[in-house]
T-cell receptor, first 109, second 111 residues
Framework: GEDVEQSLFLSVREGDSSVINCTYT??????LYWYKQEPGAGLQLLTY?????DMKQDQRLTVLLNKKDKHLSLRIADTQTGDSAIYFC?????????FGTGTSLTVIP | EAGVAQSPRYKIIEKRQSVAFWCNPI?????LYWYQQILGQGPKLLIQ????????DSQLPKDRFSAERLKGVDSTLKIQPAKLEDSAVYLC?????????FGQGTRLTVV
């Protein structure tokens, strides 16, 4: 299978940038994803990146991929209280998605 | 575009009882997944369908869990008999291309 690891907690002040990091083990992963999960809700697809890309930007979100180190990061610019949630990194290999344990982001007003 | 629909949202049952969950994927999505998410963990794949055929059920505890996908559209996941450790959120997802979309999940509590 695939191991996907994330740090468990991150706390930032409103207006600052948040950076959530993820590492994965399988270099043959074709796509890498970031999902957001709010309390009691399902997973919301935020963004994804193809494995041959280094960076993808979508409004306040920037995804950086270091394929050599198998490291993925999600930067949220101008973090708002509504960004407080659990963020899951996922790697796709074949038809399957492998998820990390999630990073709980707390935004302090 | 309507999202992935799941029901019920919540279910509380006693151990050894049976329970069923229902999923209606996004129209036209051939690939459907059931995931189990235990509190504090990431989702873990239970079963994957392509149309109405099973692609991967290697992690489905087949002694108690079963799933089907009728006519390649709706899907049901059943647990019989339930154990305490089955308490989790059961997420359904459907996929088109590289994008997988998740439903809100069914939170199962086994007491």
């Amino acid at each position: 299978g695939e191991d996907v690891e994330q740090s468990l907690f991150l706390s930032v002040r409103e207006g600052d940038s948040s950076v959530i990091n993820c590492t994965y083990t399988d270099s043959s992963s074709t796509y890498l994803y970031w999902y957001k999960q709010e309390p009691g809700a399902g997973l919301q697809l935020l963004t994804y990146i193809f494995s041959n890309m280094d960076m993808k930007q979508d409004q306040r979100l920037t995804v950086l991929l270091n394929k050599k180190d198998k490291h993925l990061s999600l930067r949220i610019a101008d973090t708002q209280t509504g960004d407080s949630a659990i963020y899951f990194c996922a790697a796709q290999r074949g038809n399957q998605f492998y998820f990390g344990t999630g990073t709980s982001l707390t935004v302090i007003p | 575009e309507a999202g992935v629909a799941q029901s019920p949202r919540y279910k509380i049952i006693e151990k050894r009882q049976s329970v069923a969950f229902w999923c209606n994927p996004i129209s036209g999505h051939a690939t459907l997944y059931w995931y189990q998410q235990i509190l504090g963990q990431g989702p873990k794949l239970l079963i994957q369908f392509q149309n109405n055929g099973v692609v991967d059920d290697s992690q489905l505890p087949k002694d108690r869990f079963s799933a089907e996908r009728l006519k390649g559209v709706d899907s049901t996941l059943k647990i019989q008999p339930a154990k305490l450790e089955d308490s989790a959120v059961y997420l359904c997802a459907s996929r088109v291309g590289p994008q997988a979309f998740f439903g809100q999940g069914t939170r199962l509590t086994v007491v």
